[in-house]
């Protein structure tokens, strides 16, 4: 079982008033960033309640969530599992979160002011289930890869991961990553968006069953917006929503994170598979879809050498400015 750090202030604080929002944040080996990230959080009114499920952190950063959930009345750390997979733990925190309104925030991204209300306020009379995703940038102040995509096929992913669909004219038609496009001046329906922050109503997603806990690691949010447009429902990408991703900031190895995200896919495409030409198809690329994933990082590792992760990574502020329009010194 887990162990659920819930101070007595803080069961004061909760029996007073229903939190309206709740931030859910999955930790795995996370590093620097993690505080960062945290301190975003606790900084934004809109977050009543901020519920933390340690899969798994260093010795140093496990006892300053224990601290911080023991000083901080907002907080909710769930710790004592291990590392059980990204959906379960992030079902375990929307189970164990109290507001109406859920947001699921990566450990290695980091809210701009009003990242929160702007998810909110895109989820008004919008059919139901419905899932908001948030404008994602890279450390630079470019717009990440991810975070607005169109649908996602077999051969769309193989396409994409490859990077043929990016080189090969003939080929674009079949690119589904969109953060080269002009940005929607308003929320506009996205098949797929990315899972690194994002807003569901807390009704929404328990009518959806949660994430698939098939899934381990990745994919999961893109089963989320799939489940959620085939039942009626809407998928917004919030382009007023801003936040910071760092990315690749987990200890675990990138091959292991891939091959995750690989098998995956390759779960997805079967349990899309309606019709006996597509389960066979699917189950035909699965080999090349799971070759093309691991063989990312190795390509990555080759072209950098050992020269080990830049340290601006974790260093934002210079790119917020522009995220945020604020003017640059």
């Not at 899969?55 to 000083?71: I, M, Q, T, V």
């Not at 922050?197 to 994430?211: N, P, R, W």
């Not at 998928?235 to 991703?245: G, T, Y």
Request: glycine share 8%; proline share 8%.
């Amino acid at each position: 079982m887990y162990i659920a750090i819930d101070p007595e202030h803080a069961r004061a604080a909760s029996s007073k008033a229903r939190p309206r929002v709740s931030v859910i944040m999955v930790v795995y080996m996370t590093g620097p960033a993690l505080m960062e990230s945290v301190r975003r959080v606790l900084a934004d009114p809109a977050a009543d309640e901020f519920v933390i499920v340690d899969n798994g952190s260093s010795l140093a950063d496990a006892a300053w969530l224990r601290e911080l959930a023991r000083r901080e009345p907002r907080v909710r750390l769930l710790q004592g599992l291990g590392n059980i997979g990204f959906a379960r733990a992030a079902n375990l925190g929307a189970t164990s979160a109290k507001g109406d309104a859920l947001v699921f925030l990566n450990p290695d991204a980091f809210l701009t002011p009003g990242a929160i209300a702007a998810l909110l306020d895109a989820a008004r009379d919008r059919p139901s289930p419905c899932v908001i995703g948030a404008r994602v940038f890279n450390t630079d102040g470019t717009e990440q890869r991810g975070a607005r995509r169109g649908e996602i096929t077999p051969v769309t992913t193989l396409l994409s991961l490859s990077k043929l669909s990016a080189l090969l004219p003939p080929l674009r038609r079949f690119e589904i990553h969109r953060e080269g496009e002009p940005p929607p001046p308003y929320p506009v329906d996205t098949p797929t968006i990315s899972g690194a922050c994002f807003h569901m109503s807390a009704a929404d997603f328990q009518t959806l069953g949660g994430f698939d806990e098939g899934y381990f690691l990745h994919v999961e949010d893109i089963d989320l917006c799939w489940r959620a447009r085939r039942q009626g429902g809407s998928v917004l990408f919030q382009p007023n929503a801003h936040i910071v991703h760092v990315g690749s900031t987990s200890r675990e190895s990138p091959l292991v994170i891939e091959w995750h995200k690989g098998r995956g896919l390759v779960r997805y495409f079967l349990k899309r598979a309606d019709r006996k030409r597509r389960k066979a198809l699917a189950l035909a690329l699965a080999p090349l879809i799971l070759f093309t994933a691991v063989a990312r990082p190795l390509l990555r590792q080759l072209r950098r050498g050992r020269m080990g992760r830049p340290a601006e990574r974790l260093r934002p502020a210079l790119a917020e400015r522009s995220i945020s329009g604020a003017p640059s010194a």
